[in-house]
């Protein structure tokens, strides 16, 4: 390990191309999903990434609160992102912060993309999304569980909406970074995509890459994304292949 200043650099990528935890370049961290974890919610979902715990749950369409956020044409959809004091090894102070506020707006946009809002006018769809314990990638995470649940509350949508963040590390583009590749990797690049079109409609970045890393990173992205849509998809299966609805999924 090198150092500097009074923080240890880790050996993110080895000589033989493996990373910290001994992963590919190309591999996605454990995920495993539980759909309908809560029983007081219209839809919820609990998603184990990695280190990463999230609980998300839906509420809704119900009466829009503050009122005056109603719209006449279509439903409003408010998301809460939260990340709990407990949730990482440094002190965190409790309640929204500025980062909480940007996650739960650039999610919310999202699902605004994706939720035919227009079925239920003059409602709220409120999504809460709670992180327990947090390892890098907590919006994808989230992302993915949200998506879960508002299946799960039986709310329209194009399709479900897979996350993941790609990055770089060593001078390498990687899939899926964990703790320690996002605090030293030059770069950090989450998405969302509707995977039947391919359409992005969350892709944000920090750090630098070049054109060709860029290039590189949405095409992991697009990979990685489409083999967790595969993942969503067999959590809903085992959900309801003995669930409300009966029947094989």
């Known amino acids: 390990m090198g150092s500097v200043g009074a923080k240890e650099v880790p050996v993110l990528l080895s000589p033989e191309g493996l990373r910290i935890d001994g992963r ?134 194009v399709d479900l909406l897979p996350a993941v963040a790609v990055g770089k590390i060593a001078g390498k583009i990687a899939l899926d970074l964990k703790k320690e590749e996002d605090n030293f990797g030059d770069a950090d690049l989450p998405m969302a995509l509707v995977p039947q079109s391919g359409r992005l409609v969350l892709l944000q970045m920090e750090g630098h890459m070049t054109e060709d890393e860029l290039s590189q990173s949405l095409e992991l992205g697009v990979q990685g994304c489409r083999e967790i849509y595969e993942k969503m998809k067999q959590a809903l299966r085992e959900r309801y292949a003995t669930g409300p609805i009966g029947g094989s999924a």
């Open 24 to 157: 590919q370049l190309n591999e996605l961290r454990p995920i495993r999903i539980q759909v309908g974890a809560l029983h007081n919610a219209d839809g919820s979902a609990f998603v184990e990434w990695g280190a990463n715990k999230v609980m998300a749950a839906v509420y809704g369409p119900r009466e829009v609160h503050p009122r005056h956020l109603q719209q006449n044409n279509k439903a409003v959809i408010q998301c809460k992102y939260n990340m709990a004091a407990f949730a990482v090894d440094e002190r965190k102070r409790p309640g929204l912060d500025r980062r909480s506020q940007e996650i739960s707006k650039v999610i919310g946009e999202a699902f605004e993309s994706v939720v035919f809002a227009e079925e239920y006018p003059r409602t709220s769809i409120d999504i809460y999304i709670e992180v327990l314990q947090a390892n890098a990638g907590t919006r994808c995470a989230g992302l993915v569980a949200a998506s879960m649940a508002l299946a799960d509350a039986g709310i329209p949508m």
